[in-house]
């Protein structure tokens, strides 16, 4: 006889709602890497109007976690478990901030012409988008070498962030006029380096469930490449 | 929204001298789990025997105010058999007969009329699948019920209460005398139950009233303080003793 039925339904519907949350988030980013590459403002609207669908999934799903805890009192497994879906879905949402912004400068940057042509920034969206798909396939197949492989991926994203950096400064020493859209750029380039964050915080969070152990793996793949390069490189 | 299947209206009850219920006005809704939760004489116990009549032979109780079944009310003129028959209860110690298991669930249908052997057959199989106790009976219906364990008992009096078919069942600390496990199996059926039954349960365990019931009421020195979604009970009661009864401050 398997006991605690009710509470086991429980934990189904928040795995669920994990799930419809996630592929809402990676939706949103899709969105934004085409609305950025073709200058779709309108698209990018609909990813703004997408951020409050997401921010209420959120909401919605703490409430859940708050409530299993209050009442079904989980232990072990279970406590991981929701403790998890409490943490992660505020890197969810946060991921879909992210989102967010970067299709707020879309609309303002719709109709003019770019600086530069964007080649770095696509490669580096790619390659955050990669990483949230794939931490939050982790979550959904809990497979910690999944979500090692993302935390690991994060020394890609932070190299071609700071490429980014250092052409843009360059391109804006040498013309003044391009410091407005200059700007633009390296918050967008930000923004996808702390997406990248947030899919190493969630596959943290994902071998933190499984094992019980929370590292910052992050942390631990690159402690050699640690490197700050200065701007005039 | 559910019916409301009880709805008392400023009941009291003294015993003797003492006041153990206060003005108590609340509705019970229909195929629900509603739990009430309170410290030791605070009368939630009192209260549940008020709503099967179950104080009356008690000496020096004097009751006043109303108690509607189905807006019948059942200190008025009513038939305190049937109100028994509706509204079924299972005591904190599980209570079977000395006789076999078959005879104790088919006591109540066999007072109430029922002879023929086919028909009793089925309904101690039923009462017992509904108790989730068939499968583990059902190749000793013949032996004495003492022989089952404490869990199996306390199930066959729920199987007990089922069979005369109710409408509300009552428990009092149903699970207080049980292992967790046999604990989590009764949680369990009562999650199955309330899809037929309203159930009304004391429980000394918070915890337990978190887990399974829909709506909680908690008492204290006679008095309902709060009555509300369990969800909302646990996570944000309005009242603070309440809260500090809940969260262990007092109690």
Redo the contacts between chains.
């Keep these: 006889?398997v006991?605690?039925?009710?509470?086991d339904q429980g934990l189904d519907d928040l795995h669920l709602d994990l799930l419809n949350m996630g592929s809402l988030v990676e939706e949103s980013i899709d969105n934004t890497i085409y609305a950025l590459k073709k200058q779709d403002a309108e698209l990018a609207g609909k990813i703004l109007v997408n951020d409050d669908v997401i921010d209420d999934f959120e909401k919605k799903i703490e409430k859940k976690c708050?409530?299993l805890i209050?009442?079904?009192?989980p232990l072990a497994k279970d406590l991981r478990t929701i403790s998890t879906a409490l943490k992660i879905i505020t890197d969810m949402e946060r991921i879909a901030d992210a989102s967010a912004d970067i299709a707020e400068i879309t609309i303002r940057m719709s109709g003019k012409k770019y600086i530069k042509p964007l080649i770095d920034i696509p490669k580096m969206a790619e390659l955050a988008k990669i990483m949230v798909k794939k931490s939050i396939d982790a979550y959904v197949k809990q497979d910690i070498k999944l979500a090692e492989e993302v935390c690991a991926s994060d020394d890609a994203v932070d190299a071609l962030f700071n490429k980014i950096i250092l052409d843009l400064v360059n391109l804006m020493k040498n013309d003044p006029g391009t410091v407005e859209q200059g700007i633009d750029l390296m918050f967008i380039a930000k923004y996808l380096e702390r997406m990248g964050d947030h899919a190493t915080n969630i596959g943290e969070w994902v071998v933190f469930n499984v094992t019980g152990e929370h590292d910052h793996l992050a942390r631990l793949f690159h402690k050699e490449s640690a490197h700050v390069p200065p701007y005039d490189e | 929204m559910n019916m409301q299947k009880i709805h008392t209206n400023k009941l009291n009850l003294f015993y003797t001298d003492v006041h153990a219920l206060k003005e108590i006005s609340i509705d019970i809704e229909e195929k629900q789990v509603t739990a009430l939760i309170g410290p030791s004489g605070c009368g939630k116990s009192t209260f549940l025997k008020t709503l099967n009549r179950m104080n009356d032979l008690i000496a020096g109780v004097k009751i006043t105010g109303d108690v509607l079944l189905d807006g019948l009310n059942i200190y008025g003129p009513y038939d305190i058999v049937e109100l028994r028959k509706r509204v079924g209860m299972v005591f904190q110690k599980p209570n079977p007969f000395p006789m076999s298991i078959f005879d104790n669930i088919a006591y109540g249908p066999r007072i109430h009329g029922v002879k023929s052997r086919e028909k009793l057959e089925e309904l101690v199989e039923n009462s017992l699948r509904s108790a989730?106790l068939w499968d583990e009976v059902k190749d000793r219906l013949k032996k004495s019920a003492l022989g089952l364990s404490g869990g199996q008992q306390q199930r066959l009096c729920i199987a007990r209460v089922l069979a005369v078919n109710p409408e509300v069942v009552l428990m009092d600390e149903p699970t207080s005398a049980l292992d967790p496990?046999s604990t989590?199996?009764i949680?369990?059926l009562m999650?199955e139950l309330k899809e037929k039954y309203t159930i009304i349960i004391v429980t000394h365990n918070m915890?337990q009233a978190?887990?399974?019931s829909d709506k909680t009421a908690f008492f204290l020195h006679g008095e309902i303080v709060e009555f509300n979604q369990?969800?909302k009970i646990?996570?944000k009661p309005a009242d603070k003793r309440t809260e500090d009864y809940i969260t262990g401050r007092f109690g």
């Design positions: 006889m006991l605690r039925h009710s509470f708050m409530n209050a009442r079904q009192q | 989730a496990i989590m199996k949680e369990d999650e915890q978190g887990r399974i369990t969800e646990f996570s």
